[in-house]
């Protein structure tokens, strides 16, 4: 056996490596009223961590449950670790650095959990895998089924980001709009799959989505001269990603190729805060995300419980900012540093800043730190509207050149 799955709430394990979902026990009262339980973990066998250990240099691929074996077929990363070096300059922090997922084939983070659901669905031999989304997670999901002939059902809030929905219906996915939240997007894309079958890839309640995001850490620790940085910043809607990020750490851990865990930070927006309320005062109950920021805005985190908990056992902690800081750092970011990223990903950055003083105090001024850049902004360009214009027109002239003083 390659792994087997353990409950996060209650611990117990299941030996075996048919699909599951959700801790039968611990799911059973799952109403709505505060974050779902029973959330799966992914358990390798120590087989697979001692060979990892033994490599002279480790992939992502080493430490998936169902492994590729062919990733050209749809690579996942390695994405760019970038130093931002003016931004780090400004703020006086020299081991700063973005990680750039915006890069990745879909331009979001969500290609890597939507590979090794793939994976999965490919093993078990399953051709339709179905889904809720912000936007993201779709169009990820999407591209890797065009890429491996999968049917893809997208449940998505109809009030997404255009170029969100429009790249999925391009990659070929039955894209099913809904008048409603992104919550409610998620109840119907399970119920459907509770109908007519498939494998459904919604986040977290799939645990291979969590295991699929976990290769960013494999990735971070090959980058930074296999070492864990101190710090991730994490921008957090279901909080699927930072479980994650913290998953593919406690792998590394287990494998003994690192000897502590980075601080998990989580950063929200004030507007969609449920799971910085777990953190600070282990509030489990739902809010009414109100967002901008659409790929995190979240009623009920779908991994609430396991984000909070991973968040507090690394000696982390959560950064809410306002929206309008985080609109505000699209424009830092795009003008010191090159980077184009979405509302959500720029969360991450914008909780760094207003972070930077308790961190400095935390961790010291050569901490390393990176900043999960997870999406890129090209998708969501009408969030610049009555915020940039494009300068009017010139005649075509010598004369009208005269006139211009930069
Ligand atoms: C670009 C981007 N950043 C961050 C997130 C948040 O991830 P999670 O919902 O797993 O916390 C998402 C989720 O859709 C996303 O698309």
């Given at each position: 056996m390659r792994f087997h799955y353990v409950c996060s709430d209650c611990g117990r394990e299941f030996m075996t490596e048919e699909l599951m979902y959700q801790c039968p026990d611990c799911s059973k009262?799952?109403?709505?009223?505060?974050f779902p339980k029973g959330n799966l973990i992914v358990e390798l066998d120590n087989e697979v961590l001692r060979e990892a250990a033994a490599k002279e240099h480790v992939t992502p691929n080493d430490f998936?449950?169902?492994?590729?074996?062919?990733?050209?077929i749809f690579p996942v990363g390695v994405t760019p670790l970038m130093k931002p070096e003016r931004i780090a300059e400004r703020l006086g922090l020299s081991g700063l650095r973005f990680?750039?997922?915006?890069?990745?084939i879909s331009g979001s983070f969500k290609d890597r959990a939507s590979y090794e659901v793939a994976l999965q669905a490919k093993a078990l031999g399953e051709k339709k895998i179905v889904l809720a989304s912000t936007g993201n997670a779709g169009a990820a999901m999407s591209a890797v089924g065009a890429a491996m002939g999968l049917d893809i059902i997208l449940f998505v809030?109809?009030?997404?980001p255009i170029n969100k929905l429009m790249q999925s219906v391009l990659y070929g996915a039955h894209v099913v709009p809904v008048k409603g939240t992104y919550d409610d997007a998620f109840a119907l894309s399970i119920k459907y799959s509770e109908m007519f079958g498939g494998i459904n890839r919604n986040t977290a309640y799939n645990p291979m989505t969590i295991e699929g995001k976990k290769s960013i850490s494999i990735e971070l620790f090959e980058q930074m001269g296999r070492k864990a940085p101190d710090a991730v910043y994490v921008p957090v809607g279901d909080g699927c990603i930072i479980a994650g990020v913290a998953k593919g750490f406690s792998d590394l851990m287990k494998a003994g190729l690192i000897d502590r865990m980075p601080k998990f930070i989580a950063a929200q927006s004030e507007s969609s805060d449920a799971i910085s309320r777990a953190i600070r005062n282990d509030d489990f109950s739902p809010v009414r995300a109100t967002t901008r920021a659409d790929s995190i805005?979240?009623?009920?985190?779908?991994?609430g419980r396991m984000a909070a908990s991973y968040v507090k056992k690394s000696g982390g902690w959560s950064v809410t900012v306002s929206d309008q800081k985080i609109l505000d750092t699209q424009l830092v970011l795009a003008s010191e540093s090159g980077v184009l990223a979405e509302p959500a990903a720029a969360t991450a950055f914008a909780a760094l800043e207003a972070d930077r003083d308790h961190l400095i105090s935390e961790l010291g001024k050569d901490a390393s730190v990176v900043v999960l850049l997870?999406?890129?902004g090209f998708k969501d360009m009408k969030v610049f509207d009555n915020r940039v214009s494009l300068p009017e027109p010139i005649e075509n002239s010598v004369e009208a050149i005269k006139n211009l003083h930069f």
């Open positions: 009262d799952n109403d709505g009223s505060s998936y449950p169902y492994p590729s074996d062919d990733e050209s990680k750039l997922d915006s890069q990745l809030p109809a009030t997404a805005s979240v009623d009920l985190p779908a991994n997870t999406g890129t």
